[in-house]
């Protein structure tokens, strides 16, 4: 059996899985939750108008990326880590008690505030999550480590969107909403007791806690090694890919493919099971090897089918002609909106599964391209300052991830629709490849040599 499946029976690995995999499915279900009730029931919250709130409040998730990374990658290189979770996760109980009174008392500035620390909680989680791995896994283990890592992370993320939305519609949202999220906290922290001790990588390091000195440090320390510098441009332009799809998800299902909210679950379900399949296969194409070929193969699928995802998607949008609009079990079994006992297996229906395909495989082809780069940096980075590495390489994936808004914006602004925006993306990727090749030409010539064999 593969290496990355037979981790999970073990100690060493399978409780840090466990932990992470709740964490990530609990921030979700709680965002997901909170801007569900900010889309439909903004006026009980706020007077503040539910569009504006549903673009702030992703960005003050955001912000403590900016903030504290600098300051969390020291903790964790400093302290020993396996504790640091425990503490991550007692103090993520008390943000979800937090939020709970903020819930029942319809106070949007209560949840805003617990939105802010839960954001701060991942960016302490972060450094080290990906630090702790090269400690306990051997260097064989660490692409299917990463692989397992990734696809949980989607899955949870899929997980915790589909349910904070469902458990938002329902009736006493408050009471069910806080019991899932207190739960889901508790179970976290359970979990994390039986994580091995993992010895400090520095205890002797001074911390800095002035966040924009210790930033610009961290910046510096990261470029004097281009190798792991651009391992981290490399993760960095995938959450801006990533985050450009997704941010969009919505409005694509609704606008262009004229679904509701049903086809855009559709969609990120699509996603999320492609990544996690993409994470998962890193290992058996590398054969275990840190193989940074499959970055280039990656980059290649994202633009491929970032292109065909436009062709697929346009064509849909021009031929579609409905009276209402399609929900998902529609959407896949080829029937009309306007008589769903009519169903018509046409072009228009290989084109719809065509699309799904695009996007199944956008999510395949991101994980093989991420996967390998975070085992680069793992393995590349100096062992003292692993955790502080993973934190610039956190900062810098907020300041992609926000630029690919403001991106999004510019261009939508200047009259494109999705699928060209979609397009324009998938272009870009390809300038982004080169420049990844050309600065470091391990990535080409490693790729040439592993379609080779």
Not at 331 to 352: D, G, K, M, Q, W
Request: with cysteine; glycine share 8%; hydrophobic share 50%.
């Amino acid at each position: 059996m593969s290496n990355q499946f037979t981790l999970m029976s073990e100690q060493r690995f399978r409780p840090f899985f466990f932990t992470q995999f709740l964490g990530a499915f609990n921030d979700n279900v709680f965002k997901t939750a909170l801007i569900t009730l900010v889309a439909f029931h903004a006026s009980s919250l706020s007077s503040i108008d539910g569009a504006t709130l549903a673009t702030l409040l992703p960005g003050l998730f955001i912000l403590p990326f900016f903030l504290f990374s600098a300051t969390a990658g020291q903790i964790a290189d400093k302290f020993e880590k396996s504790q640091i979770i425990r503490y991550v996760k007692v103090f993520e109980i008390g943000i979800m008690t937090f939020a709970s009174a903020g819930f029942f008392l319809h106070n949007i500035w209560l949840l805003a505030a617990a939105l802010f620390m839960m954001g701060m909680h991942s960016t302490i989680f972060g450094p080290v999550k990906y630090s702790y791995l090269p400690q306990h896994l051997k260097a064989t283990e660490l692409i299917g480590g990463n692989g397992m890592v990734e696809m949980g992370s989607f899955v949870a993320i899929l997980l915790g969107q589909v349910l904070g939305a469902s458990l938002a519609t329902v009736a006493h949202h408050e009471l069910f909403t806080s019991i899932a999220i207190i739960t889901i906290g508790f179970l976290g922290y359970f979990s994390s007791r039986g994580i091995p001790n993992s010895p400090a990588a520095d205890a002797s390091l001074k911390i800095n806690w002035n966040p924009i000195t210790e930033t610009v440090k961290n910046v510096k320390f990261i470029w004097a090694d281009q190798t792991v510098w651009l391992a981290i441009v490399g993760i960095s332009w995938f959450w801006f890919y990533g985050a450009t799809l997704l941010a969009q998800f919505p409005n694509f299902a609704k606008d262009i493919l004229l679904g509701n909210e049903s086809v855009f679950i559709l969609l990120l379900s699509v996603f999320s099971i492609g990544i996690g399949i993409g994470s998962l296969m890193c290992e058996k194409l590398s054969k275990g090897k840190l193989e940074v070929g499959l970055v280039v193969f990656g980059a290649i699928g994202l633009t491929l089918f970032g292109i065909d995802l436009y062709l697929s998607s346009t064509y849909l949008h021009e031929t579609v002609n409905l009276k209402s609009m399609f929900d998902y079990k529609s959407f896949i079994t080829y029937s009309h909106a306007y008589n769903p006992e009519v169903y018509s297996f046409n072009h228009e229906s290989l084109a719809r599964w065509r699309l799904l395909a695009d996007i199944a495989l956008i999510g395949f082809f991101g994980g093989l391209y991420i996967v390998p780069l975070y085992a680069l940096i793992q393995t590349r980075a100096k062992k003292s300052h692993q955790s502080r590495v993973i934190a610039a390489n956190n900062i810098m994936n907020a300041l992609f991830m926000v630029v690919s808004a403001g991106f999004s914006i510019l261009l939508l602004g200047k009259g494109l629709n999705i699928p060209q925006l979609f397009l324009a993306t998938a272009l870009l990727n390809v300038l982004v490849t080169i420049y990844l090749c050309i600065r470091q030409p391990e990535y080409f010539k490693t790729f040439i040599a592993w379609i080779k064999r």
